[in-house]
Antibody, heavy 123, light 107 residues
Framework: QVQLQESGPRLVKPSETLALTCTVS????????WSWIRQPPGEGLEWIGH???????NYNHSLKNRVTISVDTSKNQFSLKLSSVTAADTAVYYC?????????????????WGQGALVTVSS | DIQMTQSPSSLSASVGDRVTISCRAS??????FSWFQQKPGKAPKLLIH???NLQSGVPSRFSGSGSGTDFALTISGLQPEDFAIYYC?????????FGQGTKVEIK
């Protein structure tokens, strides 16, 4: 059974860079796409972006080029970096697996999630 | 961006009731569509993918329907563990977007 676990600093100062890592166990990171999603306290869900180990990536334009997602196949991990953070970036950050068969017309969906990491932006 | 609009935003129901939640996309998304359940302090859980496919391990009282722009999640025989927030989500085009959520509460 695949498991995802977020790790990283839970308190980040304004203007600095938020950095989280998701460790994947029970499956190879090379077999799927991987994503980050966030949820401000008491609010809804926002897709941040996703990537494949091959380097293919896609980010939410609303984050204005502040986001980088990277994959480390040797450690079976993927990471999120969000630069120039403000209080508006305070949220629970989830890592998630995207299931797809990578074929024309095949669906994509988030089938496995980490437990989430609350990151607070505050001085 | 594709906007996902859920209705209602909240509802009160009793154990055993049949409940239907709707989600409308601002443009056609075929069946690139999922439903999630979220309980307090927990990650969302996939219930339905591809509009109508029940995820493995999810009870059969959950069902999904629709395609194009209009979708529905039905819970046939609400159970105590089903009181939660439900989100719809499209994966047709980036940015992938979620509905605002529907809170199902105990009457």
């Amino acid at each position: 059974q695949v498991q995802l676990q977020e790790s990283g600093p839970r308190l980040v100062k304004p203007s600095e860079t938020l950095a989280l890592t998701c460790t994947v166990s029970g499956d190879s990171i090379s077999d799927y796409y991987w994503s980050w999603i966030r949820q401000p306290p008491g609010e809804g869900l926002e897709w941040i972006g996703h990537m494949h180990y091959s380097g293919s990536s896609n980010y939410n334009h609303s984050l204005k080029n502040r986001v980088t997602i990277s994959v480390d196949t040797s450690k079976n991990q993927f990471s999120l970096k969000l630069s120039s953070v403000t209080a508006a970036d305070t949220a629970v950050y989830y890592c998630a697996r995207i299931y797809t068969r990578v074929c024309p017309g095949c669906p994509y969906y988030f089938d496995e999630w980490g437990q989430g990491a609350l990151v607070t932006v505050s001085s | 961006d594709i906007q996902m609009t859920q209705s209602p935003s909240s509802l009160s129901a009793s154990v055993g009731d049949r409940v239907t939640i709707s989600c409308r996309a601002s443009q056609s998304i075929s069946t690139y569509f999922s439903w999630f359940q979220q309980k307090p302090g927990k990650a969302p859980k996939l219930l339905i993918h591809s509009a109508s496919n029940l995820q493995s391990g999810v009870p059969s009282r959950f069902s999904g329907s629709g395609s194009g722009t209009d979708f529905a999640l039905t819970i046939s025989g609400l159970q105590p563990e089903d009181f939660a927030i439900y989100y719809c989500q499209q994966s047709y085009s980036t940015p992938w977007t979620f509905g605002q959520g529907t809170k199902v509460e105990i009457k």
